[in-house]
């Protein structure tokens, strides 16, 4: 499904590249979906930052609804992810997937990344209810403890104070894992929507924002999706919402903008500019 045009900041966007798909390649994106030409950019201080001047200006502001997704955005839970799912293959006799590869599939519903593991033919289903029972174990053990990203959680506190934003949560991650996560940080309360893989097809199926702003009450237009998987991304331009990458997460920034991120923050202090409609000084 292409953006919507009626996203003031994908139209910005388009409107930057002559038009150019979002998800497209063209020589001003060269394959990276938007990233904004050289003369037009405004960059962090090590270059890995980019937005078009034009979305700082008159894009942002409007946005009404901030969803994020969890694992590799708020939460480095990779350790944690990467030792269950060695568990799981280890019970099944198979070999254990590389870090990388590992990391690969976190965003998507279980049953989803252990097909994109072991193929259709493979023992999917036991092996995602191996990684559940591992990942619940684990999680009791300090060693695997999963921290929030640097800023995260002050970024969302003042998000939470502010009267003129509603925040939301689309992960893969259980309802039973989300309700552990915002019982930890004392998060109760904080989010007009919580969407689970217990609640709607695995990103970058649409359905998971489509259910997010109908229970918010917000529009395409006015919605933000922020995560750091490629598939984040695809959910977004899927469902015609602004989708903001990460940098800290576990699929690169090159990848994101060419599933159609507008943009890639490369820390928290970027992304509450973003939100606040500047930019910080570079």
Known sequence: MPPATGNPIIAACAAAH????LSGASSATSGRGCLPPRSNRLASRDGTRFIHRSLVRRSVRPVRLVVFDVDGTL????????????????????????????????????????????????PVESLAESYKRAF???????????????????????????????????????????????????????FATTQTADD???????????????????????????????YDMAMAVSAGVVAVGVAWGYHRPGALFGAGAVTVAD????????????????
Do not use: C
């Not at 820390?267 to 570079?282: I, K, S, Y």
């Open 18 to 21: 002559g038009g150019a798909s």
């Open 75 to 122: 939460v480095d839970s990779q350790h944690l992810i990467v030792a269950a799912q060695s568990v799981a293959f280890t019970e099944h006799g198979l070999p254990t997937p590389e870090r990388r590869e590992a990391l690969s599939v976190v965003g998507l519903s279980l049953p989803q990344a252990f097909r994109r593991l072991v193929g259709e033919a493979g």
């Open 200 to 230: 709607a097809p695995s990103k970058p199926d649409p359905a998971m924002l489509e259910q997010a702003m109908a229970e918010a009450g917000a529009e395409p237009s006015s919605t933000m999706m922020i995560g750091d998987t490629t």
């Open 136 to 190: 619940n174990a684990l999680r009791l053990d300090p060693s695997y403890e999963e921290p929030l990203f640097p800023g995260m959680g002050e970024l969302l506190a003042r998000l939470h104070a502010r009267d003129d934003l509603q925040l939301g949560i689309a992960t893969g991650k259980s309802r039973r894992g989300v309700e552990h996560l915002i019982a930890a940080n004392g998060w109760e309360g904080w």
């Open 267 to 282: 820390d928290a202090r970027a992304l509450a500019a973003l939100l606040n409609g500047r930019m910080p000084a570079v």
